[in-house]
């Protein structure tokens, strides 16, 4: 496994632009009354965003077979009311922001595989996200099922 320098991205615009999308998306279908509509020129530039971004990680996936990283912010954490905030290194984060990793891919339209990694100390399971190339799904889970040997399989948490 080696380290390589990731897309020159702005995650957190990504992100940013990701939500926007999923809004202008939703607001078509269930337009709120304080909001005026997106103009087809915003949506536009929205997809043209998107379309920077997925080029970036294709030229990535061009040089590397798989990016090996986590699916999540923080490790699995007990079942709780959706959008209650989650403790990360001793800090409240919004329930959301935790799939961020997740959002990047599902934005840009990336296959993506998670794979059982360990456990932590209070035995819930840590896992690894395989992302791969566009359109390439089959050589994706390939891939997984062959890191599988070193993986494991997936063991349920105890209790659960």
């Known amino acids: 496994m080696e380290e390589v320098p990731l897309p020159a991205l702005d995650v957190t615009q990504d992100l940013m632009s990701a939500s926007a999308l999923i809004g202008m998306m939703v607001g078509a279908f269930q ?5 005026l509509p997106t103009t087809l020129a915003q949506y536009l530039e929205a997809l043209h965003r998107r379309d920077q971004s997925m080029l970036a990680w294709e030229q990535f996936f061009d040089a590397w077979d798989t990016l090996i990283c986590p699916p999540a912010m923080v490790g699995a954490f007990p ?3 959706t959008g209650s905030p989650l403790q990360m290194d001793g800090h409240a984060v919004d329930y959301w922001f935790v799939s961020a990793h997740c959002t990047l891919f599902n934005y840009t339209g990336h296959p993506a595989a998670v794979l059982p990694y360990t456990h932590d100390q209070y035995g819930l399971p840590i896992g690894v996200q395989l992302i791969g190339k566009r359109w390439d799904d089959a050589r994706l889970l390939g891939i997984a099922q062959a890191l599988t040997h070193v993986t ?5 948490p105890p209790g659960y």
């Open 152 to 156: 494991g399989d997936f063991r349920r």
């Open 79 to 81: 079942h709780c009311e």
């Open 31 to 35: 337009p709120a009354e304080h909001e």
